[in-house]
């Protein structure tokens, strides 16, 4: 794809790019998170807010690709952003349909090659009562980066309250840490880091299993 800017993945999200790799329709990298909030809501700007933070946050429109034999990832940001508004107030346990309707979201596979590597709802259980959910696949996000989602999130809503565009600093493009990983593994800071876990590790039993076969990872979620 020679008109997009290719990156270079790092070595957590080539691990995990490999390990999906061997099972492609398989959700155990899904994660997942979700915020609830009781009390006046403005849902319109919170929704908009949310498109807002989809868009600037690069991780979550993460797309990846094969060239040359190496996989690289790109971004590829949908206009406007998926996200979605569920309203379950009318369900008869809407808060166990909530829980469902995730749970639902978060067991559905997710191709990191087309995307989309996110999912994002609002889902209104009473009048007074909502939920904000989101799940991203671990090679693009993990629990840290959800909280920095969630808290831009916050941030920008309260600025549209208020009458605002938008305030507070914008999310640092996924450029910064590329580069930032980059420098790393090229740094002296890396070789102390790899010579002290070598040493600590210099010499590790094996891992223990009474089954007497070799470890292997969960393939489903509950």
Not at 101 to 129: E, Q, Y
Not at 137 to 159: K, L
């Amino acid at each position: 794809i020679p008109e997009l800017m290719l990156w270079d993945l790092t070595a957590g999200q080539l691990g995990i790019w490999n390990a999906q790799q061997l099972e492609p329709t398989d959700q155990i990298y899904n994660i997942g998170e979700y915020l609830e909030i009781r009390g006046e809501l403005n849902v319109e700007l919170l929704m908009a807010a949310l498109r807002r933070v989809v868009t600037e946050a690069d991780i979550l429109s993460l797309r990846f690709t094969t060239k040359d034999g190496d996989v690289c990832q790109h971004l590829d940001k949908p206009d406007p952003p998926r996200v979605n508004l569920i309203d379950l107030s009318s369900a008869e346990d809407p808060g166990s349909a909530a829980k469902e309707w995730m749970w639902a979201c978060l067991r559905r596979p997710m191709n990191l090659r087309t995307g989309p590597v996110s999912a994002h709802a609002v889902i209104k259980l009473f009048d007074r009562h909502f939920i904000v959910f989101q799940c991203a696949h671990h090679a693009a996000g993990d629990a840290f980066s959800g909280s920095i989602v969630f808290a831009r999130h916050a941030e920008i809503y309260e600025s549209f309250l208020a009458g605002g565009e938008d305030a507070g600093r914008a999310l640092e493009p996924l450029s910064v840490l590329l580069e930032a990983d980059s420098r790393y593994r090229v740094s002296e800071e890396y070789k102390r880091d790899q010579k002290f876990w070598l040493d600590l590790l210099s010499g590790a039993p094996d891992a223990v299993t009474l089954s007497g076969r070799p470890p292997h990872r969960a393939d489903r979620m509950r």
